[in-house]
């Protein structure tokens, strides 16, 4: 059965091949969500290998939220510079040069990052700036002032009404108006048997992307067992929930509303219990 909106595993999505010369220094460099389907905005997930980095650059047209998944580094932006670990998540502005580089020396680093606005590289407006040099990393660490960057742990859980739906065991917002950001980033931690019941956001596209455990995702009549590395894009309007089918381990999720700077803001609408049979359904 063709699925009517396709999750996309990283593992079923080939690495693309940027130019080294342009500062993509990255090992794996995938972009799994874009205009292709459907979506105002480019989804990525890039693995860098220990000493490889990202060189500075800047995006001018667009925006960029970055969540780093695993690993540890340094990132900079503008003329500060961070030590970042998993967990850590930033807003850069449009026209802001950045980098990341990763300094471990036996370390994966994971980053799954979204393009706001751009539903390509190619849209970003990307321009190389330089190679990360000995005296970027050299540089003392200073607080990020320019856009957004915080911890997870540093940010409060949501007390989102169970009425409506929201049966996730922890919600948080790192980035949204509150933080200035037209777009909001979030993430959830689904502990067995936690469910996200069926809705749906009329004012906004979703994208999110499952960083570990197993679950079952409805969108529309889509009905698509989901597991660590799948993405999955929601136009604005699309009935979707998600189920940890788990008995033993959570499922953990990061996701953007695109364009909306809150929950209010996305047009929020529950839609009803996930039942059985959503349960027991398989699309493919």
Not at 6 to 24: F, K, Q, R, Y
Not at 30 to 36: A, E, H, K, N, S
Not at 115 to 143: I, K
Not at 249 to 263: F, L
Request: charged share 25%; aromatic share 10%; net charge negative.
């Amino acid at each position: 059965m063709t699925l009517e909106f396709p999750l996309i595993h990283i593992e079923d999505h080939p690495p693309v091949t940027m130019a080294s010369d342009e500062g993509w220094s990255i090992s794996e460099y995938r972009v799994p969500i874009t205009g292709r389907e459907g979506s105002s905005t480019a989804a990525y997930h890039s693995t860098f290998r220990p000493g490889s980095n990202h060189a500075k650059h800047v995006h001018n047209n667009c925006d960029e939220i970055a969540v780093y998944i695993s690993g540890q580094g340094v990132v900079g932006i503008g003329d500060e510079r961070a030590e970042v670990r998993a967990g850590h998540c930033r807003l850069v502005p449009k026209g802001e040069e950045h980098f990341f580089y990763n300094q471990s020396e036996d370390e994966e680093a994971v980053v799954v990052g979204f393009y706001l606005g751009a539903p390509d590289v190619a849209a970003t407006g990307y321009e190389f700036r330089g190679d990360v040099a000995d005296a970027d990393l050299a540089m003392p660490r200073t607080a990020i002032s320019k856009g957004v960057f915080t911890h997870m742990d540093d940010v409060k859980p949501e007390n989102m009404d169970e009425g409506d739906g929201w049966m996730i065991t922890d919600f948080r917002l790192p980035i949204g108006r509150h933080t200035g950001s037209d777009t909001t980033l979030f993430k959830a931690r689904f502990m067995p048997g936690a469910v996200h019941k069926k809705h749906c956001h009329e004012n906004c596209e979703e994208i999110y992307y499952i960083i570990s455990g197993h679950g079952l995702a409805g969108a529309g009549d889509d009905r698509v067992e989901v597991r660590g590395g799948h993405f999955h894009y929601i136009p604005a309007g699309v009935e979707h929930w998600l189920h940890n089918l788990s008995p033993t381990e959570p499922i953990e999720v990061i996701g953007v509303y695109i364009g909306a700077g809150s929950v209010a803001d996305t047009g929020y609408t529950y839609l009803g219990d996930v039942t059985q049979k959503d349960l027991q359904t398989r699309s493919v």
